[in-house]
């Protein structure tokens, strides 16, 4: 493997954190806190961008990392992880209950895939299939975050 295929690896597995043993998404999905908590007092837009660079981004970097470990969807690559989870947390509150209960959400949907998640599962193939459910399912945990937000904070 080349540096620059190692490199593509490194960033779809988010610096390592898909390598970690037993439940790679979650790893990903908690490795990500850290960048969120950098993130979290941007303007609503600052973060959309990011989002939107990091998906752009994830989409070319897990295609090439699917097709460089042979492996369709391999555990290791976690950027999608890394984009849902920062989709599920736009607009939470600097608060560990419900940075925590993100997490949990989109783990729940991330593993579920309700409807269009598992269809874009099945159906899309290389980068936009990896990335796109993982939107969705942190779109479900947005929105179900945001519910319990605006009526559990007066």
Known sequence: MSRQDKLIVILASWFGAGRLPLAPGTWGSLAVLPLWWLLQPLSILKYSLTIIVLLIGGIYLSGRAEALL?????????????????????????????????????????????????????????????????????????????????????
């Open 70 to 154: 042979k492996q369709h969807d391999a555990p290791v690559i976690v950027i999608d992880e890394v984009v849902g989870q920062l989709i599920a947390l736009a607009g939470c509150p600097r608060n560990v209950f419900f940075m925590l209960m993100s997490l949990a959400l989109f783990r729940l949907f991330d593993i579920v895939k309700p409807f269009p998640a598992g269809l874009i599962n099945t159906r899309l193939t290389g980068g936009l299939g990896i990335m796109l459910d993982d939107v969705v399912a942190g779109l479900y945990a947005w929105l179900v975050l945001t519910a319990l937000i605006r009526f559990m904070i007066p």
